[in-house]
Nanobody, 122 residues
Framework: QVQLQESGPGLVKPSQTLSLTCTVS??????????WSWFRQSPGKELEWIGA???????THAPSFSSRISISRNTIKNQFTLQLSSVTPEDTAVYYC??????????????RGRGTQVTVSS
């Protein structure tokens, strides 16, 4: 059974860097032909794709995050990590990691973790 589990601080101060880790069990992030993505959802808003890292280690991200995002992985621990710099209260959301086939499009079937609440506040 494939499971994804997000971890990281629940509270981040404005202007700091948010760092979240997704630990994957039951599948390998290096050998399966999936995209490993980060999403977030704020109250009253739709699920928003942030970025992904592919099996090969190549990463991609939504243009709106391009100046402050980094997605990396630890192949030994079978984890991938999101770093989002210069956060503001608008980055407050529930963050999810997920697995999916092909680049993300609306309607793509996701296998995702339970999510972790991140609040940006001083």
């Amino acid at each position: 059974q494939v499971q994804l589990q997000e971890s990281g601080p629940g509270l981040v101060k404005p202007s700091q860097t948010l760092s979240l880790t997704c630990t994957v069990s039951g599948d390998s992030i290096t050998t399966s032909n999936y995209y490993w993505s980060w999403f977030r959802q704020s109250p009253g808003k739709e699920l928003e794709w942030i970025g992904a890292i592919f099996t090969t280690g190549t990463s991609t991200h939504a243009p709106s995050f391009s100046s402050r995002i980094s997605i990396s992985r630890n192949t030994i621990k079978n984890q991938f990590t999101l770093q989002l710099s210069s956060v503001t209260p608008e980055d407050t959301a529930v963050y999810y990691c997920a697995r999916h086939y092909g680049p993300y499009r609306e309607g793509t079937s996701l296998l995702r973790g339970r999510g972790t609440q991140v609040t940006v506040s001083s």
